[in-house]
């Protein structure tokens, strides 16, 4: 069974770009959630999505937003790019909404030049 | 708010010996506390979680972790550490029942294992 594919997994942007980023789920799984890893701030919760709709929302600025497909597979999307955003971004899935059993793909790095 | 603290951010243990991670949260309610470690250059894996029940918990990898709601604690132990266990363990706390699979994650223990 394939586990949860992250693409690209490096990439670089300059300052007030736009990055998406793409996660497909193991199959079977139609919760998606992201975080985002920083040295200094550890991992945070971006966003829960089930059956294509937002279940939950972190604390990050609008700029930061997502979306489910019908097939469970997810976008986020990064507008207006800041040097902070660069972050190793990971996607989870889960089989059910109210599981916290997560499965984690390697994660897409970010680097904003 | 629920929080995590992970008061360990390294850890040097030889290899053979025993290995204790430590966890204390924040959290209003019954938690559902998670272990998962992290490899370099990968995702996180999960090792165990606590819902309810048993507060002696066994996970993949030989691992084990204990509940302990009196001193708000879900430590992660293993008696006897492998070369391979070297990584970054978080422990993560989750109102499972009302937030979904939002978790809220410590700052992370770095183990390193010496041969």
């Known amino acids: 069974k394939a586990g949860v594919t992250q693409t690209p997994r490096y990439l670089i942007k300059t300052r007030g770009q736009q990055v998406t980023l793409s996660c497909s789920p193991i199959?079977?799984?139609?919760?998606v959630s992201w975080y985002q890893q920083t040295p200094g701030q550890g991992l945070q919760f971006l966003f829960e999505?089930?059956?294509?709709?937002?279940?939950n929302k972190g604390n990050f600025p609008g700029r930061f937003s997502g979306r489910q497909f019908s097939n469970s597979r997810s976008e986020m999307n990064v507008s207006t790019l800041e040097l902070g955003d660069s972050a190793l971004y990971l996607c989870?899935?889960?089989?059910?909404?109210?599981?916290?059993?997560?499965?984690f793909g390697e994660g897409s790095r970010l680097t904003v030049l | 708010a629920q929080s995590v603290t992970q008061p360990d951010i390294h850890i040097t243990v030889s290899e053979g010996a025993s290995l204790e991670l430590r966890c204390n949260y924040s959290?209003?309610?019954?938690?559902?506390l998670f272990w998962y470690v992290q490899s370099p250059g990968q995702g996180l894996q999960l090792l165990l979680k606590?819902?309810?029940?048993?507060?002696l918990v066994q996970g993949i990898k030989g691992f084990e972790a204990e509940f302990k709601r009196s001193q708000s604690s879900f430590n992660l132990r293993k008696p006897s550490v492998h070369w391979s266990d070297a990584a970054e363990y978080f422990c993560?706390?989750?109102?499972?029942?009302?937030?979904?699979?939002?978790?809220?994650f410590g700052g992370g223990t770095r183990v390193l294992v010496k041969p």
């Open positions: 959290y209003g309610a019954t938690p559902y």
């Open positions: 606590y819902f309810s029940g048993d507060t």
């Open positions: 199959s079977g799984h139609r919760s």
């Open positions: 993560a706390v989750g109102a499972v029942r009302t937030a979904g699979n939002k978790l809220t």
């Open positions: 989870a899935s889960s089989i059910g909404q109210n599981t916290g059993e997560l499965f």
């Open positions: 999505y089930f059956s294509e709709t937002q279940r």
